[in-house]
Structures are given as C-alpha cells and as structure tokens.
C-alpha cells in the first residue's frame, strides 16, 4: 500500500492550493482517508478526513470552512482544497488510510503517505 501526497508549494496568504493523495495497493472502497499536517517544533495535527464512500467529510475548526476533501474512488486519489490560506497553515502535510472509525485520531492510521510542504507566506 502507497500513499503519496503532493501538489503543495509556496503561497500568499489569502490565495489557494490543492492537495493530491494518490492511493495504490489499496481499494479505496473500503477506506477512510485523512489529512493531518505537522508544523515545525509541533506534534502531528489532525486536519480532514472523509469516509470511504465520500458521504461524509471532517475538519478541525482552525480549517473548517476553508478546506474541502473530496475524493475521486476511481482514479484512487483524494483531494485536499485549501483557500483562504493563512501563514499558520504552514506545514508538512500527510495523508493516511484507515478502515477504522475514528478518523481524527492519527493512532487509528494504518498506512502513511510521505508529506507536501506547504508555506504560506503572510
């Protein structure tokens, strides 16, 4: 199983990127994925996540309303849209599978995608 995510860059503040997590070796059928991000000198923050069938989406309140997952099953890959970006946004981001419930809790991850940088610059 495969994770990887890309798709970030170096922006302004107040303009938008896009997030890809392209899957392999895994039907995502049958998983959840989630979205956290790590700011340096931070612990891993829980940012998004939807279901398997893309019914039913989360995000942290410091996200909520900026940032859209979306998810495309049969092209195995999903989507982190990000507007209104803020220089506090700034991080490694990560996407992760899981077929487990609590989808905001990093310990329910199964499978790990190496992160994107992204720097909002203020």
């Known amino acids: 199983v495969q994770l990887q995510a890309y798709g970030g860059g170096l922006v302004q503040s107040g303009t938008s990127l896009r997030l890809s997590c392209a899957v392999s070796?895994?039907?995502?059928?049958?998983?959840?994925i989630g979205w956290f991000r790590q700011a340096p000198g931070k612990g891993r923050e829980f940012v998004a996540a939807?279901?398997?069938?893309?019914?039913?989406?989360y995000y942290a309140d410091s996200v909520k309303g900026r940032f859209t997952s979306s998810r495309d099953n049969a092209e195995n890959t999903v989507y982190l849209q990000m507007n209104s970006l803020k220089p506090e946004d700034t991080a490694v981001y990560y996407c992760?599978?899981?077929?487990?419930?609590?989808?905001?809790?990093?310990?329910?991850?199964?499978?790990w995608g190496q992160g994107t940088q992204v720097t909002v610059s203020s």
């Open positions: 992760a599978a899981t077929s487990r419930l609590r989808v905001t809790w990093a310990s329910e991850y199964d499978y």
């Open positions: 939807i279901s398997w069938d893309g019914g039913t989406t």
């Open positions: 070796g895994l039907s995502l059928d049958l998983a959840a």
